[in-house]
């Protein structure tokens, strides 16, 4: 088993530690919707990075789904009354 020779001073460890220390996580401000976000990644809430929304997210993509079913439920409907007058 290996056994040091001599105590390591405290100086000479703590040099060797001081990398080992957890860094601070910047966070900065979304400026379109106001949430807590990293620097330079995308905004989870709506998709955008840099005033530009590159990614689609999930609800919005459901809400225009629902928008276009509402609306061509009402063409339908109205398809319908015109029929039957």
Not at 8 to 30: C, E, G, P, Q, W
Not at 38 to 61: A, T
């Amino acid at each position: 088993m290996a056994v040091p020779k001599k105590k390591v001073s405290k100086s000479k460890r703590n040099t060797r530690r001081a990398h080992d220390a957890i860094s601070k996580l910047f966070i900065s401000v979304d400026s379109v919707t106001g949430e807590p976000k990293l620097p330079h990644h995308i905004s989870l809430k709506d998709g955008y990075y840099n005033g530009k929304q590159l990614v689609r997210c999930k609800n919005e993509k459901k809400k225009e789904q629902q928008v276009v079913s509402k609306k061509q439920s009402t063409k339908a409907g109205e398809d319908k009354k015109v029929k039957k007058t």
